[in-house]
């Protein structure tokens, strides 16, 4: 099954960031793969949020704790996602895997 994008956030401003990511990703690009997106918050720093793909990170960020700014830079990173899988389905298909399965990479 495709087209999940899983939300692992625990704060506010961690499920603002999945709801503005999710609504990019839907809105601008066919969802044939699935997504997490992880939140660790910090009193001190923000939140640093991380998207994984194929329990690969592809997407890292910290986010500050003020949220007036929060919908371009989850639109930003909503198109760095889209872009990082492209490429990553680019490597996996470029492999030289003639002697070794994928898995075992």
Do not use: C
């Not at 830079?73 to 990082?84: D, L």
């Not at 490429?87 to 030289?96: A, S, W």
């Amino acid at each position: 099954m495709k087209g999940f994008i899983v939300d692992e956030t625990i704060s506010h401003t961690g499920h603002d960031f999945y709801r503005y990511v999710s609504e990019r990703l839907r809105d601008s690009t066919p969802l044939d793969f699935n997504l997490v997106v992880r939140e660790r918050p910090s009193a001190r720093w923000g939140s640093l949020v991380w998207v994984e793909n194929q329990q690969r990170v592809v997407y890292r960020e910290f986010l500050p704790p003020n949220t007036a700014e929060l919908k371009p830079v989850a639109y930003a990173a909503a198109n760095q996602v889209a872009e990082a899988v492209v490429r990553q389905r680019l490597e996996m298909l470029l492999q030289d895997t003639s002697d070794i399965e994928r898995d075992e990479l």
